[in-house]
């Protein structure tokens, strides 16, 4: 699995595209994190196409992100491209990933609770 496929640059950095395994275990209601992020639509869809080409993922890639085992996200990174190195590239992603999950956690933390 790729963990990110660089798309273009920006003003501000490169825009990419990160896959990163979905969370293991829980939310607060008992839900798996793959049952939740799916039911949410924030896994199972995927911005590109199916190709071993530029710009595209592979079908076993696309597998994974539509059975939900995978989310894709789109982000920034701010790289300026005469200081970038794959290494600072993956660092940044890594860091974006992190940032992403604890973003998840907080806003699905309850999803799926019912009463009554």
Known sequence: ???IHILTRQ???????????????NNED??????????AGVSGVSSLTVGTGVGETTQAEMDDILAGDVIEFRTTIRAES????????????????V??????AHQYKFYGYEQG
């Open 99 to 104: 940032d992403r999950k604890k973003l998840l």
């Open 11 to 25: 003003a501000d950095g490169y825009e990419v595209i990160v896959h990163t395994p979905v969370p293991v275990g």
């Open 1 to 3: 699995m790729s963990k």
């Open 30 to 39: 008992g839900h798996t994190w793959k049952e939740v992020l799916l039911k």
């Open 82 to 97: 005469s200081g970038a190195t794959p290494s600072s590239i993956d660092a940044m992603v890594d860091a974006a990933i």
